[in-house]
């Protein structure tokens, strides 16, 4: 039965009717002629119904229902306007009235209007984001309200290390061109990846890798990403920390000589001590909660890193070079000798770019929306921090390899300034230490905070609660000394920078992110974006070996002494 002109109440009736029903209705239907009955449409297999006994609806207005009394008699304020009729006026059964016409477009219904809100919702506040409730206690991901600034700051601390100064080193066996050609593609690559990184950190919709690890996993399967990641981040993590211990106790013993002159000579303290003594001071920022919390560190950092680096060279080439220097490349007795020496330069120059490791610990820290996703400030601040590392790095070592040439010193830049020019004021040289002390500092901090996580997450795993303060200031305090410990017993660490770079530095820095995107963005295959990186993540894994390769064969070469618990 369909819906009469001119009516505009509407009831429901079920689809199947007992006899007596059938007769309340007729009845009903004789007494009020307005009352008209739709068949309503099943939902779900259970159709809508009202029984004769339930009240019947009235619309006072289109969109208003309101209930219809069961007595005959309507009350005045809920009549229809059709109703508002004198009663002596007769109409005739062959006018027809205008039918009452609902506006029932979804633009105007409350589940559109749910709808709108939801997507408004969506927009400011994030993403449909499936949230670990353990980030929220641990160190990397415990606060997010990171911006581009300190994506500056952290990238800057990170980017710029105490690798640098061995920049000159690497010029000697590989000379003008190749040094300089060397060096810009190492630059552009790790600026490429790092691209990829950062885009990579919310490739997945619903799902932010927040760790290097993870990204490894979800990209390589967990048991295979598990084995190609783990050791390099903990190594670049850990190992970093104990080089920082040994390269920031060494300087701590010339700054101390250079403030302090002659008068000094007598009483001085042992390398050992120094170590101490640099270790003390790390664990006074070691306790700093999260990596939020380490921003300012990292800006100081920042400062000291671009001061010292910038005093190195201007102050190297601002004094006479070294009599008797030479440009020639140093090729030693034979030619693999000469290949294995070029390819230890060429790891002194990948370990030189560094902090991919830390990518997307730091962009973990942002927060992430629809309409403003976490890769705009992480790749704003990268980009303004690898400009200025760039403006570092490129006079460091040209500038450096122009005022030493062969007379270059294999310990770096910053001893060769020390050596051949004892007409520095001491309070330049000093100052210069002493911001190398500082940039060190800074970066042990933010260099340890991803061994820090992975233990308070083996720990919040097993308990289902976060560490408390007290626990995590001493696993904190624990692990400075455990650095200091390894910095005593294996003082000779860092003469495998080659060694060290090509295991670590080159997977993590050059190889991996080209084959993670290649896994997970699944570029159009033979397109310019699939060839590229099909291209550098193989280049990146050859000389991942054959760098390896230069390392073991540069530590036999030079008769490596393993002097255990025994630092100079």
Partial sequence: MGLSSGQSPVSYERMEKTPDEEQNQVEMRAADPELVSIPPTPHGGTPLATSAQHSPLNFSSPGNYSPRPATGHTPIGTMSPSNLVSPGVQRSPLTPRTPLRLNLSPIGTPVRKAFINMKQYLEDIGHLTKLNPQDAWLPITESQ??????????????????????????????????????????????????????????????????????????AFGERRGVWLALFPVIELSAGT??????????????????????????????????????????????????????????????????GYCTMVW??????????????????????TATAFSILNALGIIAFAFRGHNLALEIQ????????????????????????VVAFCF????????????????????????????????????GVTFLFVILSLLSSFQIYSLPTFDAIEQAYTSKTNKPCPKPLRFAVRIIFVFLSFFVAIALPFISSFAGLIGGLTSIPVTFTYP??????????????????????????????????TAGGIWSIIDTGLKFNFFKPQ
């Avoid at 295959?525 to 990146?540: D, Q």
């Fill in 241 to 306: 920390a104990t080089g920082l211990i040994i390269i920031g106790g060494s300087t701590l013993k010339l700054f101390y000589e250079t403030a302090c002159g002659l008068r000094c000579q007598n009483g001085p303290l042992t390398v050992i001590e120094w170590y101490l003594v640099f270790a003390i001071l790390c664990c006074l920022v070691a306790p700093l909660p999260n990596l939020n919390s380490v921003a300012y560190v990292s800006f100081v950092g920042a400062i000291m890193s671009v």
């Fill in 145 to 218: 309200s990171g911006n581009a600034y300190y994506s500056a700051f952290h990238n800057l601390n990170a980017g710029i290390g105490f690798q640098a100064l061995l920049l000159p080193v690497a010029f000697t066996f590989l000379g003008w061109t190749w040094g300089v050609l060397a060096l810009v593609i190492a630059f552009l690559w790790q600026l490429h990846t790092l691209h990829l990184l950062v885009y990579l950190h919310e490739a997945v919709p619903g799902k932010r890798y927040n760790r290097y690890i993870e990204l490894s996993i979800a």
């Fill in 514 to 547: 080209c084959f993670m995107w290649l896994s997970i963005q699944r570029p159009a295959k033979y397109s310019f974006n699939w060839y590229i990186n099909w291209t550098l993540g193989i280049l990146g894994a050859f000389f991942a070996f054959a760098i």
């Fill in 364 to 387: 973990s820290t942002m927060p992430s929306t629809l309409k403003h996703p976490a890769h705009v400030p992480m790749w704003r601040g990268s980009k303004v921090a690898y400009i």
């Fill in 314 to 335: 201007t102050l190297s080439l601002s004094k006479d070079r070294p009599q008797g220097i030479s440009y020639a490349i140093e090729k030693p007795g034979s030619s």
């Fill in 394 to 429: 490129f006079p460091l070592a040209i500038g450096g390899y122009w005022a030493y040439g062969n007379k270059m010193l294999p310990s770096g830049i910053l001893y060769s300034l020390a050596t051949y020019h004892h007409d520095i004021s001491p309070g330049l040289l």
